[in-house]
């Protein structure tokens, strides 16, 4: 058994993370990483700028993305769960519709983040999307305002940002538009990628709730679940591979690498050293994506 280590979740400057891509690769040489997973948020730049660097430091980069989707309990308008699904491409980056969506998330967000922009300075804070996009590269998101906020001396740090001003319980949060998360799913598949849960304690919902709609995402075609991630402890890593194995999903895992945002999160390692991602997972993945797809669950 091959018992070296991979990082399958893990962000540049390109979307909310901390470090160029460039910077990424190195630091998963450092930690002796043999494979990583860049998983921008809606973006595949981070990805395409790291080939290289990741071909001269002998580490395997696997293409991927984070999709941020909805996924209702009631018609379309009724109520939902924001649910995040990372997308695999071991054979690269997809092309054609897929990168159409990518194009189109990007355009909702800006839009999105213009409102935003208003909610706050009708706030009497004086902040500009401008200055908030010169914080961000391929996309600009929320902790690229927190960082403005914390500059200018509207909030004490990224936490405070997000309570008062811009997290989802916050009095100016506004939320973007977001595809279904059955048609992120398909999306995925589509593109010949594997579609996988991405953390799946934050559904904050109880273990038969959490059963149900993860096992209606299997049924829209999701493949596999995250079950090694840096908010999961012992006993939800345990729990969540057994629920993996019960409902034919496909485990894969990550440390959630953010960089500054996310000081305590380390590369591969995750929170004190919380998660350990073998290579096998790797094997695994590829092995699924050779299987006709009316095979695969």
Sequence with gaps: ???SLVDLHSHTHESDGSLAPEELIALAKNTGLRALAITDHDTLEGYLKARQPATDAGIELICAIELN????????GGDYRSVHLLGYFLAGPPSG????????????????NGQLINRLRGLG??????EVENRG???TGRPHFARVLVEKGYASSFDDAFTRYI???????????????EQAIQSIRDAGGIPSLAHPIRLSMTRDGERA??????EAGLLALEVFHSEHNADEQAYYSRLAKDLDLLPTGGSDFHGAPKPNVKLGSGINNNIRVPYTIVEQMRKLLQQPTE???
């Design 1 to 3: 058994m091959d018992l």
């Design 69 to 76: 989707s909805r996924l209702y309990f009631a018609p379309p």
């Design 97 to 112: 519709p897929f990168t159409a969506r990518l194009q189109k998330a990007l355009e909702d967000r800006r839009t999105r």
């Design 125 to 130: 804070i004086d902040i500009t999307l401008e």
């Design 137 to 139: 590269r391929t996309l």
């Design 167 to 181: 997290g989802e319980t916050a009095p100016t949060f506004v939320e973007r538009e977001s595809q279904t998360t």
């Design 213 to 218: 709609v993860i096992l209606r995402m299997k």
């Design 295 to 297: 095979h695969r669950a």
